[in-house]
């Protein structure tokens, strides 16, 4: 399978632990984006990496959270003392550099890994 | 800034009859567009796009969507509902264009669509 990969696909911690998601996007894509989801709304945009720069963040990414992208390739998005108000769908897309322009704009997403905070 | 209301959370109908989730969006420039869908357990997944050419288009799986910029809308039909359809789908517009040329992606509280026998 060539798709997005995300692990874990579960995660349930205690409040104040430190979680850490992985997201493998497709290989040819130099674009990589994190959402969450919460349960009865749509996903809501968190960071974008364009190879190893995180080159835009949500204001709803507080300072517990942290994303990276080392090489390019896979990313991470750490939360350090997680919050109940944490618990959501944790989602990873990515999307090849357009050809012109900013492209069409479609994301490729992973299955995506929930989180619940007890 | 872009948003996407979309004004029923729950659709349901019958197999074999028509499909109708709607979609109303607010831009400030001439939007791209797209319905996505998410079945339980499975990534989202592209059922199609608008990006300012025909206005009728049309997707996977026998869906299409018009895009009529008088009403402001973005409605998603298909002629005949089938079982497998039923899932939850998404609105979504385009934009702010991030730094770098990166597309965000604003997204509808989404539709869930129920199939009966």
């Known amino acids: 399978d060539t798709g997005v990969s995300q692990d874990p696909r579960h995660k349930i911690t205690k409040r104040g632990q430190n979680v850490t998601f992985r997201c493998d996007p497709i290989s040819e894509h130099n674009r990589l984006y994190w959402y969450r989801q919460t349960l009865g709304q749509g996903p809501e945009f968190l960071t974008y990496f364009q190879n190893e720069a995180q080159l835009e963040k949500s204001r709803l990414l507080s300072d517990r959270f942290s994303a990276e992208r080392p090489k390019g390739s896979f990313s991470t998005l750490e939360i350090q003392r997680t919050e109940q108000g944490d618990s959501a769908m944790y989602l990873c897309a990515s999307a090849p550099r357009p050809s012109g322009g900013s492209g069409t704009g479609e994301l490729f997403f992973g299955e995506g890994s929930r989180l619940t905070v007890l | 800034a872009q948003s996407v209301t979309q004004l029923d959370s729950h659709v349901s109908v019958s197999e074999g009859t028509p499909v109708l989730l709607r979609c109303n969006y607010s831009s400030s420039y001439s939007p791209s567009l797209f319905w996505y869908v998410q079945h339980p357990n499975k990534g989202l997944q592209l059922l199609l796009k608008y990006t300012s050419a025909a206005t009728l288009v049309k997707g996977i799986n026998g869906f299409e969507a018009e895009f009529k910029k008088s009403e402001t809308s973005f409605h998603l039909t298909k002629p005949s509902a089938h079982m497998s359809d039923a899932a939850e789908y998404f609105c979504?517009?385009?934009?702010?264009?991030?730094?770098?040329?990166?597309?965000?992606?604003?997204f509808g509280t989404g539709t869930q669509l129920k199939v009966e026998l």
């Open positions: 979504v517009v385009r934009g702010p264009i991030l730094t770098g040329g990166g597309n965000k992606l604003t």
